[in-house]
């Protein structure tokens, strides 16, 4: 094992050796061989992190436009307030055409309607896609911070 590793750098020194990538710091093998590795993962390590940076640009714009439809599409699926409105309002008219003086008879209107499960299982869905939409872009702004 420790033979393989040898003949391995070996090999790679006598790579560097005739390269012109490596710098001249020093005339031993071992210098040559770190000054080269030195530059080459600098620029592996700029290049990984000018790639990251541009994914979590792409990540948030993504989850912008992704947050901007998802919530369009969230207030699109809100009940009309004004229906609400609409029957209470009925109900003031009658009691005042029947009789200012009578009780009214309040036994038929609900304290809450009552929504399809579709209904609330595509508002949770939406919901829930929102909050890790935000979650995403939450993330990504950490990720270009760092």
Request: hydrophobic share 40%.
């Amino acid at each position: 094992m420790i033979s393989k590793r040898s003949d391995t750098l070996g090999q790679i020194l006598d790579v560097l050796k005739g390269s012109t990538i490596s710098e001249e710091r020093g005339n031993d093998d071992n210098s040559k061989f770190w000054a080269t590795y030195k530059k080459v993962s600098t620029e592996y390590d700029d290049d990984f992190l000018g790639r990251a940076n541009d994914d979590m640009g792409i990540i948030l714009t993504f989850a912008g436009l992704f947050s901007a439809v998802n919530s369009t599409f969230i207030i699109g699926m809100q009940p009309n307030p004004g229906d609400t409105t609409n029957v209470l309002l009925l109900h003031l008219i009658q009691i005042t055409a029947n009789s200012p003086n009578s009780v009214p008879d309040i036994s038929n209107l609900s304290s809450s309607t009552g929504y399809p499960s579709s209904t609330v299982w595509m508002q949770t869905l939406a919901y829930a896609s929102l909050a890790f939409s935000v979650l995403a872009a939450f993330g990504a702004v950490m990720g270009k911070q760092w």
